[in-house]
């Protein structure tokens, strides 16, 4: 049996959210506190556990009308369950929809015709408006915060790469350069070919809101191939749950992606970024075999999930003796360690168990350093332009006993603090693969607008090869574009799209 699944962009609901409060016997309300919108839904859910329905479906009108915003409790707590079959249910729900238009941003149905712009966009209007989510609006704490991880990753999806690295859990972190006993940083890429000499398997990770790490990681996918590696598994990708198949229980759900050699926007729910599209992009030009190798369950946080994942790998190395992957993986699912807060491990140790040698796995870290002692720091990595056309390349650090790593990984590569996007913005040149593209005359008038760029001849669903975000009326925003023949549409604030703007990208020199 084949079953669908849509990759979530983020799977932290499942872990933080909770059921909707069930309130019984609470005593009456005084006129204040009816007012509130969180007190009118608890006295619908305690007229639900006593039967009054008719008078539950009258206070969640109310409680929606003055305000409550908790979609899970809405939609899925179990409280309101008895509710959801009355006729008039499928109204109150599009009265909810109308009044929250920010839920785009973690609708993942498929059934709204919205984009990663129309999902981007009003997260930034209902932050402007004060209609976003917030505590004294829902039921379920962990909504208002849910809101703003994902809209943040849609930064990264729509190329707002500053405001994304700025908000993504609290923005980059501080690391201490001297206190963990670092001497000195070295560009990575050359060292690459010694660590990785008879290892068929080398692990990446990544963190899913900064697209940074992603930059490092194109150079580093992009030098492997010319080391001999042959498959990239992603977790990004979409896949297809295959029950019956013992040893590879998911398969690539985009059939095209090969054939067709760029990501659209059904792809992967990551790869909707430019720079992981250009990543998957450049991977099969150059020719890796991409994997899907997620099976996340109901639970992706479960030991079963890592299991999956580690034996969707494992397989690819049984069916082709002679195949060498690079997996990337965000978070801790490429960590080797036993002592992470996951019965069995992660999937890089249940991998690791599998195999002789283990996998080379490396932590990517894009973080601001500190403390950094005279001489110790790489003049490229303190100031990324001073690497020219390598400006933004990932480094290796060592201490006085070799490479310096952290608990679970064999090596840890560092990435500049990268600078906002400009003509100056080297690591958006992804190690030379990119140039800055010509300024774009598209007016933008209804901000906040995106400009984007897909290459001549792709599809019109095509991830494009670069987009940007325009705040402001009267602006325009900087494009980092391989060489070639690009089409640029400008979408505004209500997603509609301009007449298209055609130019070529020289290559260097």
């Not at 690079?326 to 991998?351: F, N, Q, W």
């Not at 402001?472 to 703007?501: I, K, M, N, T, W």
Request: proline residues 7%.
């Amino acid at each position: 049996m084949i079953m669908r699944t849509r990759r979530l962009a983020c799977a932290l609901l499942v872990s933080c959210v909770v059921a909707a409060r069930v309130v019984a016997a609470v005593p009456p309300a005084t006129d204040a506190e009816v007012a509130l919108p969180v007190a009118l839904y608890d006295q619908s859910v305690e007229a639900v556990a006593q039967g009054r329905q008719d008078e539950a479906m009258a206070l969640l009108r109310r409680a929606i009308a003055d305000g409550y915003q908790d979609w899970h409790a809405v939609k899925l707590g179990p409280a309101l369950a008895p509710l959801r079959e009355r006729q008039e249910w499928e109204a109150l729900v599009a009265d909810f929809d109308a009044r929250n238009p920010w839920q785009q941003v973690h609708d993942f149905s498929g059934k709204l015709p919205h984009s990663p712009w129309t999902e981007y966009a009003v997260g930034l209007v209902a932050l402007r408006d004060g209609t976003a989510p917030t505590a004294n609006r829902v039921s379920t704490p962990a909504v208002p915060g849910y809101f703003l991880q994902l809209h943040v990753q849609r930064a990264s999806l729509v190329g707002d790469y500053d405001y994304g690295h700025a908000n993504y859990f609290g923005g980059f972190r501080d690391f201490d350069v001297a206190g963990r006993g670092i001497v000195r940083f070295k560009p990575a890429i050359p060292e690459l070919e010694a660590l990785v000499t008879g290892r068929r398997v080398v692990m990446l990770n990544e963190s899913h809101g900064r697209s940074a790490e992603r930059a490092a990681n194109f150079q580093m996918v992009r030098a492997l191939r010319g080391l001999g590696f042959t498959h990239l598994a992603l977790e990004a990708l979409g896949y297809d749950r295959l029950e019956s198949d013992a040893c590879r229980n998911s398969a690539l759900s985009d059939n095209g992606l090969h054939d067709r050699g760029h990501a659209l926007r059904e792809t992967g729910a990551y790869t909707n970024d430019p720079i992981y599209a250009e990543l998957v992009r450049m991977a099969l030009g150059a020719g890796y075999r991409l994997v899907a190798y997620d099976n996340s369950h109901p639970d992706p946080r479960s030991p079963q999930r890592e299991e999956d994942q580690a034996r969707n790998i494992h397989c690819i190395l049984k069916e082709d003796p002679n195949a060498r992957v690079v997996v990337i993986g965000g978070g801790g699912h490429t960590s080797k360690s036993p002592d992470l807060a996951m019965e069995g491990g992660m999937m890089g140790l249940r991998l690791a168990n599998r195999l002789d040698p283990a996998p080379f796995s490396i932590a990517v870290r894009a973080v601001r350093l500190a403390n950094v002692p005279d001489g110790a720091g790489a003049r490229g990595l303190l100031n990324p332009g001073a690497d020219g056309a390598l400006a933004g390349q990932p480094y290796f650090a060592e201490t006085a006993d070799g490479l310096h790593t952290l608990a679970g990984y064999d090596a840890a590569v560092f990435f500049a603090i990268p600078e906002d996007r400009s003509a100056d913005a080297g690591w958006l040149r992804l190690g030379g693969w990119r140039n800055l593209a010509p300024a774009v005359p598209l007016d933008c008038r209804n901000a906040p607008c995106l400009l984007e760029a897909r290459r001549v001849g792709e599809s019109p669903e095509a991830v494009p090869g670069d987009r940007c975000v325009i705040p402001e009326a009267g602006r325009s925003c900087q494009l980092f574009l391989a060489p070639g023949d690009y089409e640029a549409v400008l979408l505004d604030a209500d997603s509609r799209r301009s007449a298209p703007h055609q130019f070529r990208v020289p290559g260097p020199g």
